[in-house]
């Protein structure tokens, strides 16, 4: 289970990398629920808002030649079937960091395949916290 986790995680980070939303539609759950803080701002949301805001942060990096630096943190084996993946994202645009960057907490779900089925999103986190 673990190297198929493994793989699927890498494809799923090849995917956000290349903003590619018809691709990650696929690996996200018709289940999917999220809760994201934003200056200390709680928002929960469900698979068809995860999805506009996928859509709007794409289009914002490829309009803008940007480009995605992803960091997996930790890998947690929660159950039989589930793994959580930690990630730190942080946005590149004209060669430089942007000053935030997001820390993606994401549980992934084995039913057929893997699919992100939560996430819990702390956004707005000044990058200096990981250097």
Same mark, same amino acid.
């Given at each position: ?6 793989r ?5 980070l090849?995917? =956000? ?48 030649k ?6 997996v ?23 430089k960091i ?9 549980t ?5 395949? =893997?699919k ?16």
């Amino acid at each position: 289970m673990e190297e198929t986790f493994n793989r699927f995680l890498d494809e799923y980070l090849t995917v =956000w990398k290349n903003s590619s939303l018809p691709e990650l539609k696929m690996m996200i759950s018709g289940e999917y629920q999220a809760r994201e803080i934003t200056n200390g701002k709680i928002s929960d949301f469900g698979y068809d808002e995860s999805i506009r805001g996928w859509e709007q942060g794409f289009n914002f990096v490829k309009g803008n030649k940007g480009s995605w630096e992803l960091t997996v943190i930790d890998r947690i084996k929660i159950r039989e079937h589930e793994v959580m993946a930690i990630i730190l994202a942080r946005l590149v645009l004209d060669g430089k960091i942007l000053e935030t960057s997001n820390l993606f907490f994401q549980t992934f779900t084995y039913d057929f395949g =893997w699919k992100l089925i939560r996430s819990y999103i702390e956004a707005g986190i000044p990058v200096s916290q990981f250097e």
